[in-house]
């Protein structure tokens, strides 16, 4: 099994390393890749040291599958290539989200939707995965009406650049600002760029995201994304109206179930989802659920999530190993060689 992994050397490109490690993923070749400045350069991964190729050099080894997290404008070139020389291709970037006939998967809640043809596949966003993730069972049982959520959202989306921004404001060393703010001791309500509409990218993403991954085109749904300054992972506030009559017991019970949930609500001893808890672990966390009394049929509730895990990485693992237990995924010929064969 040949596995490139397309933006090697970033953020999630190297907790998708990490991940292909812990959940025994079948690598058999690996092929990092990043740009041309990094090439000849090795990561380590099973043992072994492998040499960081460029995007060319990797399309001509056609790896069974290409895992992407180097950006939109590198997505728009280079999948098209890999799905040409037969690889699947499960894209972290915003390139190909919407696009008609592109699957957008969470595989807790609808990889059905992959066919064996679907050489292309786009992995949502983070603060979208971990909200669908909670929200669709419910949304199964009781029919999602509306969705209002604020999301509390870590520095680590936006890169190790905002990290270290972050890291000069706490230390009080010279700053080169990723954000129009200062961002230590401080709350943006500024994800990604402004819209026409007033809304961020990143709340827009939210609205049309999880509308497409719930085959919900209809659902109302609007958004607040605020960037803070955390490291470990993503929090949302969601207050989510249903078609139907529900119980706080019921809601529990089938949050316990839900594939890729953890239920932590136990408010009086102080046990409620946190970043921290969140922090390098791939479960979606749940937890302060009430009943809205201001609306019929509204159930407010905490969803936190570690945006490099299961709302980047792990998702897009999850995604290669379902094509793999589906029997899509095969393990082709050749491939480069480690660094140390």
Request: charged share 20%.
């Amino acid at each position: 099994m040949k596995v490139a992994v397309v933006g090697a050397t970033g953020l999630v490109g190297r907790k998708m390393l990490q991940v292909l490690a812990e959940r025994q993923f079948p690598v058999d070749e690996l092929i990092p890749v990043a740009s041309a400045a990094s090439r000849g350069r090795e990561v380590s991964f099973g043992g072994q040291s492998w040499k960081v190729r460029t995007v060319d050099e990797a399309v001509a080894a056609a790896p069974d599958v290409a895992l992407f997290s180097a950006g939109g404008s590198v997505s728009r070139e280079w999948a098209p290539q890999f799905t040409d020389r037969g690889s699947y291709v499960i894209d972290n970037s915003s390139a190909w989200r919407m696009e008609p006939g592109i699957p957008l998967v969470v595989p807790e809640v609808n990889m059905d939707v992959v066919t064996p043809g679907d050489k292309l596949i786009a992995n949502p966003n983070c603060s979208t995965i971990q909200m669908v993730v909670a929200l669709a069972p419910l949304h199964a049982r009781w029919g999602l009406r509306r969705i209002v959520v604020s999301t509390y959202q870590s520095i680590t989306g936006t890169g190790k650049h905002a990290v270290a921004q972050y890291e000069a404001e706490l230390t009080g060393g010279p700053v080169e600002r990723v954000y129009p703010h200062a961002i230590f001791q401080n709350c943006l309500p500024h994800c990604d760029v402004f819209l026409d509409n007033g809304y961020t990218r990143e709340e827009m993403k939210l609205v049309h995201e999880t509308r497409k991954i719930l085959a919900a085109p209809d659902l109302g749904i609007t958004a607040t994304a605020v960037r803070v300054p955390v490291l470990g992972g993503h929090s949302e506030a969601v207050n989510a109206q249903f078609a139907h009559a529900f119980t706080l017991d019921e809601v529990a019970q089938v949050l316990r179930s839900a594939p890729g949930v953890t239920l932590d609500d136990d408010p009086q001893h102080h046990r409620y989802p946190m970043p921290l808890d969140a922090h390098d672990r791939d479960e979606v966390f749940v937890g302060r659920l009430r009943v809205d009394p201001s609306a019929e049929h509204t159930l407010n509730l905490w969803i936190v999530a570690d945006n490099l895990r299961k709302g980047a990485a792990t998702n897009a693992v999850q995604i290669a190993e379902s094509l793999l237990a589906r029997g899509y995924l095969q393990a082709g010929k050749g491939g480069l060689r480690p660094a140390s064969a």
